[in-house]
T-cell receptor, first 109, second 119 residues
Framework: SLLLTQPPSVSVAPGQTARITCEGD??????VHWYQQKPGQAPVLVVY???DRPSGIPERFSGSNSGNTATLTISGVEAGVEADYYC????????????FGGGTKVTVL | EVQLVQSGPEVKKPGESLKISCEAS????????IAWVRQMPGKGLELVGI????????RYSPSFQGQVTISADKSIHTAYLQWSSLKASDTAMYYC????????????WGQGTLITVSS
């Protein structure tokens, strides 16, 4: 079955751009969704269907998806974006259905 | 406003049974899949299973098949996750979430229910 691989951690300086990858076999053929989870809180959807943002999510969050890699981009990083980020796809052809990546911890230097 | 309100934290002994709940409001409960997601301490998100309250169609992730039971009561807009015999390895935070299609993402989440299983 499909496996989603994320780097365990990404570090970025304030004001710079963070890029978080999510790798999977032919993931470009699926819609990828991204969640932010801060310590002690429930996850929050930040990007859905590759590159759409829910209401209330800042424009600094954007996504792309092609080939075997999906990417969440966070522009103009500030301390408030420090969190764990998870990618997710719907794999209706298997019993796994809602499939998550392993998560990436974003640290603001 | 969509809200998912989960039952409170639980401390249980191995072998005990447990049923936790997720009460939904602010949307068509019967017509949207609900997912249960486990997060073990310091670990990532894992799907436990999903349920469609309208007809109780339920699917389990292979790791959880036979280990838990997911159900829903349409009359009170509530989904449930239950165990008949808890293990220490069930210790985790459990979230319910509302799935939105067609490419199903979790657009709303409950606050989580912390389950601690210890002798």
């Amino acid at each position: 079955s499909l496996l989603l691989t994320q780097p365990p951690s990404v570090s970025v300086a304030p004001g710079q751009t963070a890029r978080i990858t999510c790798e999977g076999d032919n993931i470009g053929s699926k819609s990828v969704h991204w969640y932010q989870q801060k310590p002690g809180q429930a996850p929050v959807l930040v990007v859905y269907d590759d590159n759409d943002r829910p209401s209330g999510i800042p424009e600094r969050f954007s996504g792309s998806n092609s080939g075997n890699t999906a990417t969440l981009t966070i522009s103009g990083v500030e301390a408030g974006v420090e969190a764990d980020y998870y990618c997710q796809v719907w794999d209706g052809s298997t019993d796994h259905h809602v499939l998550f990546g392993g998560g990436t911890k974003v640290t603001v230097l | 406003e969509v809200q998912l309100v989960q039952s409170g934290p639980e401390v249980k002994k191995p072998g005990e049974s447990l049923k936790i709940s997720c009460e939904a409001s602010g949307y068509g409960f019967n017509n949207n899949w609900i997912a249960w997601v486990r997060q073990m301490p310091g670990k990532g998100l894992e799907l436990v299973g999903i349920i469609y309250p309208g007809d109780s169609d339920t699917r389990y992730s292979p790791s959880f098949q036979g280990q838990v039971t997911i159900s829903a009561d349409k009359s009170i807009h509530t989904a449930y996750l239950q165990w008949s015999s808890l293990k220490a390895s069930d210790t985790a935070m459990y979230y319910c979430s509302k799935l939105t299609g067609p490419w199903f993402f979790c657009d709303s989440w409950g606050q989580g229910t912390l389950i601690t299983v210890s002798s």
